[in-house]
């Protein structure tokens, strides 16, 4: 294990229509890349960097998000984390790129269900019908008080990334949503 994820949750809050988990450990980078250095660097790694703002590449045990013209978050398994790290040494030496380990200041929690567009707008206000935020959308948003990101992953699932010391206030929230619910 990379890190303790120190988040007292059930393995999952479930009701009928609605269950909430803690997801498991994951790696988490934040990469920037100049616009202009964009094809090189997908051709010169093979990862493929989304080049429109709120899409999503989901390949087996990675996703990476586009959250800004120059900004991606990087989730993977961490059985991928010593191969990332070789492919950001290679893009380092090459281009001019930020690349930060996140993977200590993010928690994940899944939100699956009927009721997961419900549960979610709850607390953000965000047109999520699958017109307006079709599957594999990303976007920076806040629920509640606390700054996430939103990724719509199928029809009645998505996932929100937070800092973990949003963690113990998103639990509780999400723990009231499904005793509503159930």
């Known amino acids: 294990m990379l890190f303790d994820q120190a988040l007292d949750i059930p393995e999952s809050l479930t009701s009928d229509d609605l269950t909430i988990t803690l997801l498991p450990e994951r790696v988490r980078h934040s990469v920037r890349i100049k616009k202009a250095d964009l094809a ?27 959250l800004g013209p120059d900004e991606w978050l990087i989730i993977a398994d961490p ?14 030496k090459d281009y001019v790129v930020s690349i930060t380990d996140v ?13 997961a567009v419900k549960a979610i ?15 594999g959308k990303t976007t920076r948003t806040v629920f509640e008080s606390a700054s996430i990101v939103l990724t719509r992953t ?5 996932t929100i990334e937070c800092w973990r010391s949003f963690a113990p206030y998103l639990r509780d929230f999400f723990t009231r949503i499904v005793q509503t619910h159930g």
């Open 103 to 115: 993977s200590h200041r993010n928690i994940g929690f899944g939100i699956m269900g009927v009721n």
């Open 79 to 92: 059985k991928q984390a010593a191969t990332l790290t070789q492919t950001f040494a290679k893009i380092e």
């Open 40 to 66: 090189a660097v997908k051709k010169h790694s093979g990862l493929k960097f989304p080049s429109k703002i709120g899409k999503t590449d989901i390949t087996v045990g990675r996703s990476i998000l586009c």
């Open 121 to 135: 707008n709850v607390g953000c206000s965000l047109d999520l019908s699958l017109g307006a935020f079709p599957i």
């Open 154 to 158: 199928s029809e009645t699932e998505f």
